[in-house]
Structure formats: structure tokens, C-alpha cells
């Protein structure tokens, strides 16, 4: 999915919000979650999230784990950092960066 259906999809999203929901009862009561549940338009925005959520892989922040590394090391030749970010679900600049590290210190990690 392209930056641009994704902007369309966010785009129909809030014209529901904006459109369809300003007078909502349900949406300004407090419990937005019967809005979700028994609401056309909410069932229809939650489609349309699913969408988004779809598309976009998850990504993994913060302190590698010993484990992660030493995947990582061993397979940095048979794997390219596309392949190894899908795999260790981080981002291909985080595995890069990584592997610059790893091979700085010219350690095998643990």
C-alpha cells in the first residue's frame, strides 16, 4: 500500500469522524466503545483502520537483546538487512546500525 492510499484511507477516517459522528450521542457519552460495537459508521471506521494496521509490520524499539544479536551476527551473510529487519521485526536503519556496531566491537555476542 502506497503513502498515498494510506493518507486517503486516514482521510476517509476522519471524514466519518467529522461527517457522520459530530452529533453522535453514543461518540459524546463517555463509552465510545458501544459507538464501535453497534455503530455502522464505527464498524465502518474500524474496517477501514484494519486497513492501515495491515500494511504496517511491526517494529520492535528500544534494547537489543543478546539473543537478537547473536541471530544477527550469525546470519548476517546469509540474509540482506531487508531480510533480517522482516525477521527481527526492526527497522532495516536499526539492523544496519547493528551490524556497524557489532562488527566495531569485532565481538562475538553471547
Known amino acids: 500500500m502506497t503513502r498515498q492510499e494510506k493518507k486517503q484511507i ?4 476522519l ?8 452529533g453522535c450521542k ?14 455502522p459508521i464505527g464498524k465502518q471506521m474500524q474496517q477501514l483502520s484494519v486497513l492501515l ?6 517494529i520492535k524499539r528500544g ?3 543478546e539473543e537478537e544479536e547473536f541471530y ?3 546470519h548476517k551473510d ?4 531487508p531480510e533480517l529487519a522482516a525477521r527481527l521485526e526492526r527497522s532495516e536503519l536499526s539492523v544496519y546500525s547493528k551490524l556497524r556496531q557489532l562488527e566495531k566491537k569485532n565481538v562475538l555476542p553471547c
Open 72 to 74: 544477527l551476527w550469525q
Open 53 to 58: 494496521s495491515k500494511e504496517s509490520p511491526r
Open 10 to 13: 486516514r482521510l476517509q477516517i
Open 26 to 39: 453514543e461518540r459524546h457519552s463517555g463509552t465510545q466503545s458501544t459507538c464501535v460495537i453497534s455503530c
Open 78 to 81: 546469509i540474509f540482506d538487512v
Open 15 to 22: 471524514k466519518l469522524l467529522d461527517t457522520q459522528c459530530a
Open 63 to 65: 534494547k537489543w537483546t
